[in-house]
């Protein structure tokens, strides 16, 4: 039996499902396309995939659950055992159920074999540009000797790679040592030691709402509160608001995504900037910017970075990383401070003590070479950009996109607000598509749902296609035509 690492009630489980029924109201009994047990098991099992309720969580008991969903005790019991089915539950007498996941998934490659046909639209990465990749892992080859002579630790990054983010930070306007830069294991990892320097357990953390989804477990991981302020879809940051909740809930850090924001694209304009390092020095509050997306600049370029705009008194950490540009497989990411970034260097030796040294050297010459394969890079995201922004339009009738300027994904508001029932019947369909419930917190964001535009385009094409079906399941419309049900992928 898989181990419980912790519990759920069947209040926050059921806050968590927000609109998981069919039809997205309380009734679905009127038009409901397929069994309420198969969309608990499906809203459940999305649950789980996303991270929003961690594997090895115990489920509330059958009848708490059933009671607080108000739904009949059978619903659950079938849904349970669906979810046992599939390898998503464990059981055993007089216990809780465990989430799981089944052991059939593969690890890796992760394209092969029972998961092949499973459409990703709930991550937004490219995948490596090979030359690069293949003349940086050889440079690294080549600039080993020196490095091999050592014990191959370096808790701050190796000198080579914090001069390349160094250089970058610099071209784009805002001079930066190497000093001033901590390579980390990714722009989460990042997060995560900034969390451990700056905030407290019951701490506030202001962010923007949506926001990157591993943004939020990160504050709730370490036991802090996110506060959330509302991102217009198409007019952006309301910086009065910002500062209103700053003067009211007196958090300890402010989070933002100020270039092409995963998920709406938007980039904070120059004066949006300088104010919201204005209101880092008046409250003394110290913001966290994340450029994981600053250079994915698909209409217009961004500002400099934020950190420029800094008045005397303000603390602006940036995070940056590798994952968007170059590649997620590298595992690389760094932050930057305004002088030396010691005390989160230290955070880190109880954590991973340093980078792989490979990765480095080959993740600095990458950085080193942008300029050979980021315009390509950029071209292919445009034209996949559009094939999904006309999928939409196609197969979501009704639904509107965020005014994104960059980045990798399309923010859409649907005509209904049924985002989670919409990503559960999509994974029926093959296709795994993140709701918009997993960029906000408490159940917010039920009318949305992030398409990533990372995909090739035929699949792209193909993927909005389902969820355009998805959304017709959710809603309780018309289903998907036969034609589109043979072709169904599990
Ligand atoms: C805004 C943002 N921050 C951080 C991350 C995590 O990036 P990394 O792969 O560098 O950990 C992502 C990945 O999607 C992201 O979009």
């Known amino acids: 039996m898989f181990p419980a690492t912790g ?63 108000d739904v009949s005790r059978t619903t659950v019991t079938a849904a349970y055992a669906e979810l046992r089915d599939s390898g998503h539950l464990q059981s ?13 998934v593969p690890a890796e490659p992760a394209d092969t074999g029972a998961e092949a046909d499973l459409i990703r639209l709930n991550v937004a990465a490219p995948s490596a540009p090979d030359q690069i990749v293949h003349d940086g892992y050889r440079h690294a080859l080549e600039c080993a ?26 071209d784009r306007g805002m001079p930066t040592t190497a000093e001033q830069v901590l390579v980390t294991s990714g722009a989460q990892h990042a997060l995560r030691l900034v969390l451990d320097t700056l905030v407290h357990p019951g701490d506030r953390v202001l962010i923007e709402q949506p926001t990157h989804h591993g943004t939020i477990l990160a504050i709730r991981r370490h036991n802090a509160r996110p506060v959330a302020v509302g991102l217009h879809p198409e007019h952006g940051w309301d910086l009065d608001q910002l500062e209103a909740v700053v003067k009211q809930q007196n958090p300890r850090m402010i989070f933002t995504i100020a270039d092409f924001h995963n998920p709406t694209g938007l980039l904070l304009d120059e004066a949006g900037r300088a104010r919201l390092c204005e209101i880092s ?24 970075p934020l950190a420029s705009f800094a008045p005397r008194g303000a603390q602006i950490i940036t995070i940056g990383s590798a994952s968007k540009t170059v590649w997620a497989g590298l595992r690389v990411g760094w932050i930057r401070t305004e002088t030396s970034p010691d005390s989160l260097t230290a955070a880190r030796h109880d954590m991973d003590l340093a980078g792989a040294v490979f990765e480095q050297l080959a993740a600095g010459y ?51 607000p049924v985002g989670t029932a919409t990503a559960a019947a999509a994974a029926g369909l093959g296709v795994r598509i993140a709701a918009g419930s997993a960029f906000g917190i408490d159940g ?41 049900a043979d072709q169904l992928v599990v």
């Open 366 to 416: 990458a950085l080193d070479h942008l300029g050979d394969f980021l315009p390509a890079r950029l071209d292919s995201l445009r034209t996949a950009r559009a094939v999904a922004a006309d999928a939409v339009a196609e197969h979501l009738p009704g639904a509107t996109t965020s005014a994104g300027v960059g980045g990798l994904c399309l923010w859409v508001t649907l005509p209904r």
């Open 281 to 304: 020095a008046r409250y003394r509050v110290p913001v966290v910017v994340d450029e994981t997306m600053a250079e994915l600049a698909l209409d217009r370029p961004a500002p400099r």
């Open 92 to 104: 055993r007498q007089g216990a809780r159920s465990v989430l799981t996941l089944p052991h059939s």
């Open 7 to 69: 519990t759920i009630g069947a209040a926050t489980l059921t806050k968590q499902l927000g609109a998981w029924r069919p039809d997205g109201g309380p009734c679905p009994a009127r038009r409901a396309p397929r069994p309420a047990y198969l969309a608990l098991a499906e809203a459940l099992r999305l649950l789980v995939l996303d991270g929003r309720v961690p594997v090895g969580t115990a489920l509330p008991s059958e009848r708490a659950l059933a009671a607080h969903l």
């Open 145 to 170: 000797p020196p490095y091999l002579a050592g014990i191959g630790l370096y808790p701050g990054g190796i000198r080579a790679l914090r001069e390349a983010i160094a250089r970058r930070y610099t």
């Open 444 to 484: 917010a964001l039920e009318r949305n749902i992030r398409i990533p535009y990372s995909l090739p385009p035929d699949q792209l094409a193909r993927a909005v296609e389902l969820v355009g079906a998805a959304y017709r399941r959710a809603t309780g419309g018309t289903t998907a035509s036969p034609d589109l």
